[in-house]
């Protein structure tokens, strides 16, 4: 006695033969035309239970079903296997499952840019801040601290004694050497984070290259927060300077 086994939702082995199973067969055309009108997978598992059209016995339909029905190659003829749906339908039907398919994983750029954005901003938001980027790597030299450094009282007070001590020879090159150094210790000593990160982010920009999509390292590495409005992308860099991009005059 031959073994008999499953066959797919539609066939039947009728003494060792693959032959149609009519009312499955019919049920099949049904789910593809269904589904390339724009039915989803779970209205047509709940409709075939409202059919009552039996998958398995007395198992209940379900989108996992419908799934594997909707990518079944058997019903084009192929295999040995009587042609149930036709070509040009089961085509169509496989276009509409890819553009359901969730788009492709984000780069890492992307993510980081969701993270910057708190929340995954529209698509426009990328190509500007990518745009603002590129643009300091051109131009390194805007990334600017926006306040100057100013001299001290103390300051102040050792350059005036500095200048007089040049002015009266012979010079004491000791107290000369000692003052130069104490006005540069101030100095260094009063520079802010902000002209510390100015000259970091001026070297970062220096070292990169244009982008063709958004670098991870390079966002994690400038920006604090990118925020956006309207057609308007703001991008804070670590600096604390804000540099803005729009639609209409994004960065080249």
Request: a negative charge; aromatic letters at 6%; proline letters at 5%.
């Amino acid at each position: 006695m031959a073994t008999i086994r499953r066959q797919p939702f539609g066939y039947q082995l009728d003494f060792g033969e693959i032959v149609l199973q009519e009312t499955e067969a019919e049920t099949v055309e049904l789910i593809y035309q269904k589904y390339a009108d724009g039915t989803s997978f779970t209205r047509l598992a709940e409709m075939l239970q409202e059919i009552g059209v039996p998958y398995d016995g007395q198992r209940s339909w379900n989108k996992n079903m419908v799934a594997r029905i909707l990518e079944n190659r058997k019903y084009l003829g192929e295999d040995g296997y009587p042609q149930i749906i036709p070509a040009e339908l089961f085509e169509k039907v496989q276009r509409r499952r890819q553009s359901q398919i969730p788009s492709s994983q984000k780069t890492p750029g992307q993510k980081a840019l969701k993270c910057l954005c708190g929340g995954m901003p529209p698509a426009y938001v990328e190509a500007q801040v990518r745009n603002i980027l590129n643009h300091l790597i051109r131009c390194p030299e805007e990334v600017t601290c926006g306040k100057t450094m100013k001299d001290s009282q103390e300051v102040r007070g050792l350059r005036r004694e500095l200048e007089t001590l040049l002015q009266d020879p012979p010079v004491d090159e000791e107290r000369a050497k000692e003052l130069t150094f104490e006005i540069a210790t101030i100095q260094l000593n009063g520079v802010g984070p902000e002209e510390y990160e100015t000259e970091r982010l001026q070297r970062l920009f220096q070292r990169r290259q244009p982008m063709a999509e958004l670098d991870a390292e390079l966002l994690h590495e400038s920006v604090r927060k990118i925020t956006y409005s309207g057609d308007k992308t703001t991008v804070l860099l670590k600096n604390n300077q804000s540099v803005e991009g729009g639609r209409t005059n994004e960065r080249k």
